[in-house]
Structure formats: structure tokens, C-alpha cells
């Protein structure tokens, strides 16, 4: 059954709405995470899903068998205590195997159940080359939203596509009439599948100004200078193969004939 279990329903004030799904170095479930733990946000409700997941088989642990575990999609709250804007945050697993846009439907029935204006998604765009400090580019639905985030310095790429429910999300939102934004942090190609915290970083310091929300980062910080390192040393170890299978040694090379 479709659905959405609440756990309890605060009295939010002008609450905005962050949603989270895995993706290409993972930015935005680091990001949205992060936001959630720093925050200390409560549990507010789940998503039922078993109607978007099909699974594949079960986990043996110590040679006993665990039942059946559908990826969970949980909101969770914060309230800001007449500070600012209070916040709603989602989180999910997986994306969806299927009714992608039934279940962005859904999320999004739980924002406006309170009376959410504004919902932001997270993701990555992927470049060539590994930035030391990732720029962040922007989607919006609206042209007073994107003169919004040009102000926080967001860069304004023009056009391109936005894979997954980090995508749709948008969509669903601009034809509910709720604004929508899109935050993504420059992600190298050659290491997509690796957690990227500098891009991560980088998304969540604009969101974080965006939201007027003061959080420490020092920790994200730190986890992300670990994996600079590790990104680096792939780039290189990636330039020494190229060179070694697609370049030759001038003196392996063979002479050119002359012309009598």
C-alpha cells in the first residue's frame, strides 16, 4: 500500500523542504545528511515502499536469515524555534525502481500538507578535471528564483539534465506551483563513483545561506580533505596509464622513409 506513516505532526513556521536521493559521488545524501545530523532534526514520517521497490533477495548474517528490508525514504524536521525559516528534510536509500513520479507526488503532498513554499534537491555535475574548490550550478523554476541564487554566487549553465527523483522532484514541483531549486556541485567524471564531501561541501554552503542556517562544517571539512587526496591520486594514476598505453617512445617510433 502507498503511503505515508507520520511519527508525530509538529506546528512548522514557514517551512522550507530539502529532499536527498543517492546519486553521482553521492553530494547530495552527504550534504542532506550532514544538514540533518548538525541540526539534530526529528523523525516526522516515512514513506511506505513497498509499492516503488521490487527486491532481488535477503541478507544471511551468522547464517541465519534476516527478513526482507525495502530501502527506506524518511522525513524528518527541524524547528527553528522562531529563528528563521523552520525545515523539512527527506532522505532516501535508493531511488525508486518504479513510479518515479507517483512517489515525487508524494513527497511533495507532504509538503504542502505544511504549507511547504519552497523545496531544494541536491545532485552533482559532472566536469572533466578535479577543481580544488567546486562550483556550484543552479536550476530553478523561475527567473526571480535564478536571480536568487546568482546573488550567492550559483553559476547559471544554461542548458542540461538533471538525472533521477534529484531531477524530477523539480518538475513535479514547478507543475504544483511550488518553487523548486536545484543545487549542484562540480564532480569529476573519473571519480563518479566515489563519495565527493568537497562537492557535498560546496552545495551546502549555499544552502546553508540560502536557508539562513548556521551549522559547524568542520567535520565535512575534514572528510573531505581525506578524500581529495584519494580523488588526486586516481587522476594521476589514470594520466600514467594513458601515457603508458597511447603514447610511445620516440625511439620506438618508426623512421620516416626518404624520398628519392
Given at each position: 500500500?502507498?503511503s505515508?506513516?507520520?511519527?508525530?505532526?509538529p506546528?512548522?513556521?514557514?517551512p522550507?523542504m530539502?529532499t536527498a536521493w543517492?546519486g553521482?559521488?553521492?553530494?547530495?545524501?552527504?550534504a542532506?545528511?550532514?544538514?540533518?545530523d548538525k541540526?539534530?532534526?526529528?523523525?516526522?514520517?516515512?514513506i511506505?515502499?513497498?509499492?516503488?521497490?521490487?527486491?532481488g533477495?535477503?541478507?544471511?548474517?551468522?547464517?541465519?536469515?534476516?527478513?526482507?528490508?525495502?530501502?527506506?525514504g524518511?522525513f524528518?524536521y527541524?524547528?527553528?524555534?522562531?529563528?528563521?525559516k523552520?525545515?523539512i528534510?527527506f532522505?532516501a536509500?535508493a531511488?525508486?525502481a518504479?513510479?518515479?513520479?507517483?512517489?515525487a507526488?508524494?513527497?511533495?503532498?507532504?509538503?504542502?500538507?505544511f504549507?511547504?513554499?519552497r523545496?531544494?534537491t541536491?545532485?552533482?555535475?559532472?566536469?572533466?578535471?578535479h577543481?580544488?574548490?567546486?562550483?556550484?550550478?543552479?536550476?530553478?523554476?523561475s527567473?526571480e528564483?535564478?536571480?536568487?541564487?546568482?546573488?550567492?554566487?550559483?553559476?547559471?549553465?544554461?542548458?542540461?539534465?538533471?538525472?533521477g527523483?534529484n531531477?524530477?522532484l523539480?518538475?513535479?514541483a514547478?507543475?504544483?506551483?511550488?518553487?523548486?531549486v536545484?543545487?549542484?556541485?562540480?564532480?569529476?567524471?573519473y571519480?563518479?563513483k566515489?563519495?565527493?564531501p568537497?562537492?557535498?561541501?560546496?552545495?551546502?554552503?549555499v544552502l546553508?545561506?540560502?536557508?539562513?542556517?548556521?551549522?559547524?562544517?568542520a567535520?565535512?571539512e575534514?572528510f573531505?580533505?581525506?578524500?581529495d587526496k584519494?580523488?588526486?591520486?586516481?587522476g594521476?594514476?589514470?594520466?600514467?596509464?594513458?601515457?603508458?598505453?597511447?603514447t610511445?617512445p620516440?625511439w620506438?617510433?618508426e623512421?620516416?622513409?626518404?624520398?628519392?
Amino acid at each position: 500500500m502507498k503511503s505515508v506513516k507520520f511519527y508525530r505532526k509538529p506546528e512548522l513556521v514557514n517551512p522550507c523542504m530539502v529532499t536527498a536521493w543517492p546519486g553521482v559521488g553521492n553530494v547530495a545524501l552527504i550534504a542532506a545528511t550532514y544538514l540533518k545530523d548538525k541540526l539534530k532534526a526529528e523523525e516526522l514520517g516515512e514513506i511506505n515502499p513497498s509499492g516503488f521497490f521490487d527486491l532481488g533477495g535477503i541478507f544471511v548474517k551468522d547464517n541465519l536469515v534476516e527478513t526482507p528490508k525495502f530501502p527506506e525514504g524518511k522525513f524528518f524536521y527541524w524547528d527553528s524555534e522562531g529563528e528563521g525559516k523552520d525545515l523539512i528534510l527527506f532522505l532516501a536509500e535508493a531511488q525508486p525502481a518504479f513510479g518515479s513520479y507517483e512517489y515525487a507526488n508524494m513527497v511533495l503532498d507532504v509538503a504542502q500538507k505544511f504549507e511547504v513554499k519552497r523545496v531544494y534537491t541536491l545532485a552533482a555535475a559532472l566536469t572533466e578535471y578535479h577543481p580544488d574548490q567546486p562550483r556550484v550550478l543552479g536550476a530553478a523554476s523561475s527567473p526571480e528564483l535564478l536571480e536568487e541564487l546568482r546573488k550567492f554566487g550559483v553559476v547559471l549553465a544554461g542548458d542540461f539534465f538533471i538525472a533521477g527523483l534529484n531531477g524530477l522532484l523539480l518538475g513535479v514541483a514547478a507543475e504544483r506551483g511550488v518553487e523548486a531549486v536545484c543545487l549542484l556541485g562540480e564532480t569529476v567524471k573519473y571519480a563518479a563513483k566515489m563519495a565527493n564531501p568537497r562537492a557535498a561541501l560546496s552545495v551546502l554552503t549555499v544552502l546553508t545561506e540560502l536557508l539562513g542556517v548556521e551549522i559547524d562544517m568542520a567535520e565535512l571539512e575534514e572528510f573531505a580533505e581525506g578524500t581529495d587526496k584519494q580523488i588526486r591520486q586516481l587522476g594521476n594514476e589514470m594520466k600514467k596509464e594513458f601515457l603508458q598505453n597511447f603514447t610511445r617512445p620516440i625511439w620506438e617510433r618508426e623512421e620516416p622513409e626518404e624520398n628519392g
